[in-house]
């Protein structure tokens, strides 16, 4: 105990510590050691684990998609609609399933914190094993709710649009959109451990600030884009160039420099041992 505790009793100082905020080294040895976990895990698991994260991240461009057929053309039909995107985010996180942008962070901090060839090689094999796997997943939700006759005219015409809007021709605008996005995914992710009972909200928050700007997921995004590679309104090539290439490149920089190295770098000392002392 602190020496500004002392005037608590043993009682009051353990409850004082389990309404405490987590600090940011707790936080960071969470997140490492879900990490090492995932670093762990077999090639299958990961691999299905990917594929349910990826389908699940589908209900982000659907359930926005529905919103916004089922609201008025006006100026603020975007901001409602934006709400829908949280939904994938919310089955993924409470599903505890593998997804890639939260890979940035994750499995990152165990690679900054031991720097050896083996955690490097173990955390490629993570993100190739999940980046592939959810792309997957996105893709099979695509052509699952292209089928025609599930979905009304107005919600398919829907999912066309933001299918359009997904693949914007800048490469170097969507890669921004991107770095922003893959910031905030990260950065939810370093909030959650001490989110506490406020996890839901934080996810809805979250991303639903991704949506509401515009910004550029490459999980999310992929469900929209193959459904435009399938309706005719995009290309293979503009999913690839225009759309994965930037998307998953301005992801990682957003999440493994924003978030993983500065709160690594911010702990560094803690972690070595040299906290410095209260005088």
Request: aromatic fraction near 8%.
């Amino acid at each position: 105990m602190t020496e500004g505790s002392q005037h608590l009793d043993r009682e009051e100082q353990e409850l004082a510590e389990r309404h405490s905020v987590p600090n940011a080294l707790v936080i960071h040895e969470i997140i490492r050691q879900e990490g090492e976990d995932e670093l762990e895990r077999t090639n299958l698991a990961l691999a299905l684990s990917g594929l349910a994260a990826g389908l699940s991240m589908g209900f982000s461009f659907l359930t926005e998609a529905l919103l916004q057929a089922g609201l008025p053309k006006s100026v603020w039909q975007h901001t409602v609609a934006s709400l829908g995107y949280s939904v994938g985010f919310i089955l993924v996180v409470l599903a505890r399933q593998q997804l890639f942008t939260e890979s940035t962070l994750t499995a990152v901090l165990p690679v900054i914190t031991r720097r050896n060839r083996r955690t490097m090689l173990a955390a490629a094999r993570l993100w190739v094993i999940v980046l592939a796997a959810n792309l997957v997943g996105t893709w099979i939700f695509a052509l699952l709710v292209h089928v025609p006759g599930i979905f009304s005219p107005e919600t398919s015409a829907a999912m066309r649009t933001l299918a359009v809007e997904a693949v914007p021709p800048v490469f170097f605008g969507t890669l921004l959109r991107a770095f922003f996005a893959g910031w905030l995914i990260a950065l939810m992710v370093w909030i959650l451990p001490s989110a506490r009972s406020a996890r839901l909200l934080t996810v809805m928050v979250v991303t639903y600030l991704v949506a509401l700007a515009h910004l550029s997921h490459v999980i999310a995004g992929s469900a929209e884009a193959a459904y435009g590679v399938l309706s005719g309104t995009g290309t293979l090539g503009q999913y690839f160039g225009n759309f994965l290439a930037p998307t998953l490149i301005g992801n990682i920089i957003g999440g493994v420099v924003m978030v993983s190295v500065l709160n690594h770098g911010s702990i560094a000392p803690e972690i070595r041992g040299e906290r410095k002392p209260i005088t």
